[in-house]
């Protein structure tokens, strides 16, 4: 398998095992929480294009949520996708990059204490602090996936950020890293993306992946911790 195939592969896992309105039309893996949130969407699994008919189940099982029609499909599998999504008037309305990381040669652990954080709204509500009003909710879904590891970074016990990691496939996706204003370029998300990459090596993951936003702080931080580029995450929408 490519490393995009490992990822999405582990990707789709995680998806049918979230705790909430989870069902698979087709080729898709769709979630609903019922919130709204962008975590309510569907994951293309890639096994094959969906028909028609399959779209329209999809569409009204958003509907039927109160979310909007979202779907995400990683780039090897984008260009077959794209025409047939075309078609039925979905456009594709955000792009973040997919790093990933062999778990051979890592990066030297940070001197800052990192500590699992067993209360999940605990956890959300640090997560929140660094995100911004109004991500309290969609932190508290993050916090709640059955396979989730909760880490917070910690200096003279003063929390100063939070993030995620999940094994799935062999696969340890790292996500949900927020540092709280304050603590802001002291090393905190670097410190907690190797943490992840050796707990996951522990735990026997092979590979790591993490999403982020082109051209940002946490693009060039994890480049600098030894990921290199894969492919892309495209989002699809339908008005």
Known sequence: MTLLERINASEVESHRLAERNMRQIGPF???????????????????????????RELEEFCREAGQAVTL???????PA???????????????????????RHLPERSMLDIRPEPDPEVWAQLSAQGFGPGTETI??????????????????GVAMASAALQVSAGVAALYGTS?????????????????????????GATLASVFVTPGTPSERNIQRSGFRLAGMRLTFTRQ
């Open 139 to 156: 932190m508290g879904l993050v916090a709640r996936h059955p396979r989730v590891q909760r880490l917070v970074a910690e200096r003279n």
């Open 72 to 78: 995400h499909a990683l780039s090897h599998v984008s």
């Open 29 to 55: 893996v769709v979630l609903g929480s019922g919130h709204g949130t962008p975590l309510d969407s569907a994951w293309f699994d890639g096994s094959r294009l969906p028909t028609v008919a399959e779209l």
């Open 179 to 203: 540092t709280h204003p304050e603590y802001r370029g002291r090393g905190a998300q670097a410190a907690l993306l190797a943490h992840r990459l050796h707990l996951a090596q522990q735990q």
């Open 81 to 103: 996708l794209l025409p047939v999504l075309r078609a039925q008037g979905y456009t594709v309305s955000y792009v973040l990059h997919a790093y990933a990381h062999e778990l």
